[in-house]
Structures are given as C-alpha cells and as structure tokens.
C-alpha cells in the first residue's frame, strides 16, 4: 500500500479563537504565490486532503488549517460547536494569519461544512476573500423545494450513521480499512484511507488507544444543523466571486448533495463546475481534475499567480 507523507510546513503556529479555543495553521508552499486557505468536511481533517493541497504548493501559498474539534484542535467544549462558531472562527484565522504573514489575495478553498461555513459567513456578513471555491457544500435547500425531502432524509440518515460511529481504535490501520471498505469512499486515491485515518485520530496517552478527534455527537449536530440553516443563497448574495464544484450528479450512486449542487447553480447561475466519475469526497478521488476546475476559475479572475 502507498504510504502518503505530509510536507514539514514553512510555518506553524496557534491562533486562538474569540472565545478562546486554539486552532492550528500550518503554512506550506510557494511564499510569493496567491494564498490559498484551505480546510476540510465535517468528521474529517485537512491533512487527509493531501492529495489535493499538496499538488499545489508550488505554486501557491496554502494555508491549511482544521475547524474547532477536527484533526490537529484539541478537544472544545460542545456547546461551542456550531456554525455560528465556525463563522467566526473564519474571520479569526483570516485576520490572524494576515496579521502574521502580511497582506495577500486570499482565496478560501473549502470542502462540505467548511464550504458552507464560508458561504454563510459571505452572505450573512459580507465579501471577505479575493475569491471563494466551494467544492461540495450539502446544503439543504428551503423548504417547499422539490429537493428539500431528499436533502433532509439524506443529513438525518448522517446524523444517525455518525451518533452510531466507533471513536476508539487500536491503531490508524482499522480505521483505514473501514474508509476502504465503504462503498462511498471506495474511489479515493492510493493511500489517502490511510492517510485520512491517521489525519482524524489522536492517541491517548494514558490508554494508547487512537480516538477521533472529533466526537461522533459532534459530527452528528453539525449534519443535524445543516437542516436549520436556510442556506440557499442566490449567486448575487455572496458579492464576489464564487465557484461551486460539484460532485457527477449523473452516475449511478450519486450522493444527494451532488443532485443539490447542481440545482443549486443551475438555479441562480452560479460558476459551476462537476466532476465526472466522483463523490462526495471529489478531492481525494480525482485531485488533478478538481486543481484543474479550480484554477481554471482563478485563472480567468486574473488572481491564480
């Protein structure tokens, strides 16, 4: 089995959130090139997306960093996590990070909750990226829209899948081996279940078990509060440039987000692209053509330099 080994970063410090929860940024690539802020989907963590990330550090600044109780966080309480959290937690990472590094065109590149994180923060608070490239936000359209029973029956079957999760392993590999096995995550590149497991698990020190860092009652109220968002937004809400990259609503199996997506951007003209042959996890399945989709929209804003 291919073994995939992150990058020692150029930088790495703590920011410290406005309630005081730290979060890690790790700064890698290209200290000359557009910066890239980079985060992951709910349950997972941003180091398991370095099939994507890291394709593009030559050329790119990347700033890669995990949401509030995922990957390299430490534990936080449960009543802080939420989006109303992660929204702020946005501004604070961008703010801090430019603090530090200096002003740069900033681009969010955001995966699922991180994607719609991003775009809630954009239309409830205002435009603060030079860009924004959403690859799979699941949103929940309104309600009264021919897709809303579908979204809602597809989040409450995650909350149940995710409130039954296992959190305890005996090493990265049993984790690994599941992800494998599961018929939506079957697709990813060589390595990546590997990866991906090592990216979302924390060994005790007292016990020597691998845990999750994100508690699976976590995972399971962000899935359930996707359906109280009433985020639908029109492509004028954002007041930037946006691209949504969706998941091959066409094939055979294709995720209920992926159907979304597509309604989505055909319903208020978004810059949309989808991903021929992949799920929801479309980074880590074809990272080249997802870079491709992404850079191809940056390129034509003049800012992917």
């Not at 989006?83 to 961008?94: C, K, N, P, Q, T």
């Not at 390595?191 to 845990?211: I, K, P, Q, S």
Request: glycine share 8%; proline share 5%; aromatic share 10%.
């Amino acid at each position: 089995m291919k073994s995939l080994e992150l990058p020692p970063p150029r930088d790495e410090f703590e920011m410290v959130m406005d309630d005081g929860v730290p979060i890690v940024a790790r700064i890698h690539g290209n200290a000359r090139g557009t910066r890239l802020f980079f985060s992951h989907g709910n349950g997972f963590a941003a180091d398991g997306y370095l099939p994507f990330w890291g394709v593009l550090l030559e050329r790119f600044e990347v700033v890669v960093f995990d949401f509030r109780n995922h990957g390299r966080n430490g534990p936080s309480p449960a009543e802080s996590h939420d989006y109303a959290h992660f929204i702020a937690d946005l501004a604070s990472v961008r703010r801090q990070v430019t603090s530090r590094l200096g002003a740069r065109t900033s681009v969010g590149v955001f995966h699922s909750m991180s994607a719609r994180a991003a775009m809630k923060e954009a239309v409830d608070t205002g435009f603060h990226w030079d860009a924004l490239v959403l690859f799979e936000p699941a949103n929940v359209p309104l309600r009264g829209h021919a897709l809303y029973t579908m979204m809602v029956t597809f989040e409450n079957k995650l909350v149940e899948l995710a409130g039954r999760r296992r959190r305890r392993y005996d090493d990265p590999g049993e984790l690994a081996r599941e992800y494998a096995a599961n018929r939506f995550h079957r697709r990813w590149v060589e390595g990546a279940h590997e990866l991906m497991a090592r990216a979302v698990l924390r060994r005790e020190e007292d016990t020597g078990a691998w845990v999750l860092a994100c508690r699976p009652q976590l995972e399971a109220a962000i899935y359930g509060e996707a359906m109280e968002l009433d985020l639908w937004p029109a492509y004028g809400d954002y007041g930037g440039p946006v691209k949504l990259i969706g998941a091959d609503a066409q094939m055979d199996g294709a995720s209920a987000s992926a159907v979304a997506n597509r309604a989505l951007a055909s319903e208020s003209d978004y810059v949309y692209e989808a991903i021929a042959g992949t799920g929801h996890l479309l980074q880590i399945e074809k990272p080249e053509a997802c870079i491709g989709a992404m850079t191809s929209f940056l390129e034509d804003l003049g800012i992917a330099v």
